[in-house]
């Protein structure tokens, strides 16, 4: 292996002047995997042949001088609820498995046009919901960091791979938070896009109204690279949207001098209050937007539980509407986590339901109205580092972080490493905008990375086999 992990920014500068080789680059992809994913478990499927089949094309096509852009030749891997032709789409649950889709979802298509180097199918939580779970298939995925620690999910592998550096980006998915989550617990970029703006064509469904697809990324820069790729109108999406997405990587660099930021403390202070160290690394993250050039205001939102009734609600009974009929004929065929979980949606009225539906209508629009007076709305990502593997299943829905609020929203939000716990896992910071203002929203967090040295340390599981190695 090499002694330093390359961001999709800098393999991509090295690919396209032809001084680095994506056969190479997938080679150190693939001996990394070799070396540390015995202990991640991040990948379900690894495809090492066809990845390398597929690395050498892009290095032909580049000596011939049909550069795609800059994910062309990069190794990349699918949240295995993501199709992939040919291959199958577990949702990491044995009533899918072996399961081959006949078509690549959206998405994909979109990174294969890029010329992405498809590494495999990594694991979640069983139908983005049922985990960290033991009864499955295939073992839940660790963190990086702490292998004896919880990597969150839904997008558990997504998160511990690129952490890892087994590949150098990711999709994932985010219904209540599934991307942004498992970013936090293992410190990398996660970014759910405005509902609508990227396609969930070909990803299994979990809740039609909140389900989001995005990427998962070492940095924000690279995060946007991927949201380039895989944005776009999808006219068989009833939920696509039209509306034109602005260049999400041409208003990166520079600072923030004219941004207004608010600042929501009571999701953290008061509602499900936050560890002291995740409160000191926030504060310390304003003082950094200050220092740009942002100015600072507090702001105030209804109580964090108003958001978390209504969205667990509603994707609880949309889990349900999808997955019923086949929890009524095979039952045995759900890990138990998963099944408590979705069964709780067949306990929701449909009074219940559009009351929740009501609720979110008015939160939505009450942070709308907020969003009057600032461009950007901060907060923390999870309220602490990293638990114990299992520990976070008995909470999940509850008090493990504050992401919620933007997928019942809709709003494009993003988390960012904002600094490590005394026991060097990593925090995080929650960085939300209006609608379709996406390129905003990654503006500052590429700011805030650049502004910090976070990005400068990788887990010590890495740290250690690297060092093994030389």
Same mark, same amino acid.
């Given at each position: 292996?090499?002694?330093?992990?390359?961001?999709? @920014?800098?393999?991509?500068?090295?690919?396209?002047?032809?001084?680095?080789?994506?056969?190479?680059?997938?080679?150190?992809?693939?001996?990394?995997?070799?070396?540390?994913?015995?202990?991640?478990?991040?990948?379900?499927?690894?495809? @090492?042949?066809?990845?390398?089949?597929?690395?050498?094309?892009?290095?032909?096509?580049?000596?011939?001088?049909?550069?795609?852009?800059?994910?062309?030749?990069?190794?990349?891997?699918?949240?295995?609820?993501?199709?992939?032709?040919?291959? +199958?789409?577990?949702?990491?649950?044995?009533?899918?498995?072996?399961?081959?889709?006949?078509?690549?979802?959206?998405?994909?298509?979109?990174?294969?046009?890029?010329?992405?180097?498809?590494?495999?199918?990594?694991?979640?939580?069983?139908?983005?919901?049922?985990?960290?779970?033991?009864?499955?298939?295939?073992?839940?995925?660790?963190?990086?960091?702490?292998?004896?620690?919880?990597?969150?999910?839904?997008?558990?592998?997504?998160?511990?791979?690129? @952490?890892?550096?087994?590949?150098?980006?990711?999709?994932?998915?985010?219904?209540?938070?599934?991307?942004?989550?498992?970013?936090?617990?293992?410190?990398?970029?996660?970014?759910?896009?405005?509902?609508?703006?990227?396609?969930?064509?070909?990803?299994?469904?979990?809740?039609?109204?909140?389900?989001?697809?995005?990427?998962?990324?070492?940095?924000?820069?690279?995060?946007?690279?991927?949201?380039?790729?895989?944005?776009?109108?999808?006219?068989?999406?009833?939920?696509?949207?039209?509306?034109?997405?602005?260049?999400?990587?041409?208003?990166?660099?520079?600072?923030?001098?004219?941004?207004?930021?608010?600042?929501?403390? %009571?999701?953290?202070? =008061?509602?499900?209050?936050?560890?002291?160290?995740?409160?000191?690394?926030?504060?310390?993250?304003?003082?950094?937007?200050?220092?740009?050039?942002?100015?600072?205001?507090?702001?105030?939102?209804?109580?964090?539980?108003?958001?978390?009734?209504?969205?667990?609600?509603?994707?609880?009974?949309?889990?349900?509407?999808?997955?019923?009929?086949?929890?009524?004929?095979?039952?045995?065929?759900?890990?138990?986590?998963?099944?408590?979980?979705?069964?709780?949606?067949?306990?929701?009225?449909?009074?219940?339901?559009?009351?929740?539906?009501?609720?979110?209508? =008015?939160?939505?629009?009450?942070?709308?109205?907020?969003? %009057?007076?600032?461009?950007?709305?901060?907060?923390?990502?999870?309220?602490?580092? @990293? +638990?114990?593997?299992?520990?976070?299943?008995?909470?999940?829905?509850?008090?493990?972080?504050?992401?919620?609020?933007?997928?019942?929203?809709?709003?494009?939000?993003?988390?960012?490493?904002?600094?490590?716990? %005394?026991?060097?896992?990593?925090?995080?910071?929650?960085?939300?905008?209006?609608?379709?203002?996406?390129?905003?929203?990654?503006?500052?967090?590429?700011?805030?990375?650049?502004?910090?040295?976070?990005?400068?340390?990788?887990?010590?599981?890495?740290?250690?086999?690297?060092?093994?190695?030389?």
């Amino acid at each position: 292996m090499t002694s330093q992990i390359l961001t999709i @920014a800098e393999a991509s500068r090295l690919i396209r002047d032809r001084k680095l080789s994506p056969v190479e680059l997938t080679r150190d992809c693939l001996a990394r995997i070799a070396k540390l994913d015995g202990r991640l478990h991040s990948f379900i499927l690894l495809l @090492a042949d066809e990845a390398l089949a597929q690395a050498r094309q892009a290095e032909a096509e580049i000596a011939a001088g049909r550069w795609r852009g800059p994910l062309h030749g990069i190794p990349f891997g699918l949240k295995d609820i993501v199709a992939y032709k040919g291959h +199958p789409t577990t949702a990491h649950s044995a009533l899918l498995e072996g399961r081959v889709s006949p078509e690549d979802a959206f998405v994909t298509a979109r990174l294969r046009e890029s010329g992405v180097v498809f590494l495999g199918k990594l694991a979640t939580w069983e139908f983005a919901v049922g985990g960290p779970s033991h009864d499955l298939p295939w073992p839940p995925a660790r963190n990086p960091w702490n292998t004896e620690h919880d990597p969150a999910g839904s997008s558990s592998g997504s998160a511990a791979a690129v @952490a890892a550096g087994l590949c150098l980006g990711a999709l994932g998915t985010d219904t209540g938070g599934s991307v942004r989550s498992p970013a936090s617990l293992c410190g990398i970029a996660g970014h759910k896009p405005t509902y609508g703006l990227v396609s969930r064509r070909g990803v299994l469904p979990l809740s039609f109204s909140l389900d989001h697809v995005g990427p998962m990324c070492w940095t924000t820069e690279d995060c946007a690279l991927v949201l380039k790729a895989i944005a776009g109108h999808d006219p068989l999406d009833i939920a696509s949207a039209r509306t034109p997405m602005k260049d999400p990587v041409a208003g990166l660099g520079g600072g923030l001098k004219g941004v207004r930021i608010g600042v929501i403390r %009571n999701f953290h202070e =008061k509602d499900f209050p936050a560890t002291t160290e995740v409160v000191a690394a926030f504060d310390q993250s304003i003082a950094v937007l200050k220092g740009l050039g942002a100015s600072v205001r507090d702001v105030s939102l209804s109580p964090l539980q108003a958001f978390q009734s209504a969205g667990l609600l509603i994707s609880r009974s949309d889990a349900f509407a999808i997955h019923g009929k086949t929890l009524r004929e095979s039952p045995h065929l759900y890990g138990a986590i998963g099944r408590r979980r979705i069964l709780a949606g067949a306990f929701a009225g449909a009074s219940d339901y559009v009351n929740a539906q009501r609720q979110r209508v =008015k939160l939505t629009a009450e942070v709308a109205n907020v969003m %009057n007076d600032v461009d950007i709305l901060v907060c923390p990502t999870s309220r602490e580092a @990293a +638990p114990k593997l299992g520990d976070y299943a008995q909470h999940v829905g509850g008090n493990t972080h504050y992401c919620r609020p933007f997928n019942l929203t809709g709003q494009p939000a993003l988390s960012v490493c904002n600094g490590f716990s %005394n026991d060097g896992l990593p925090l995080s910071l929650q960085i939300a905008g209006r609608h379709f203002e996406d390129d905003l929203v990654l503006h500052v967090g590429d700011a805030y990375e650049k502004a910090t040295a976070f990005r400068e340390q990788r887990p010590k599981l890495v740290e250690q086999r690297q060092a093994a190695a030389e």
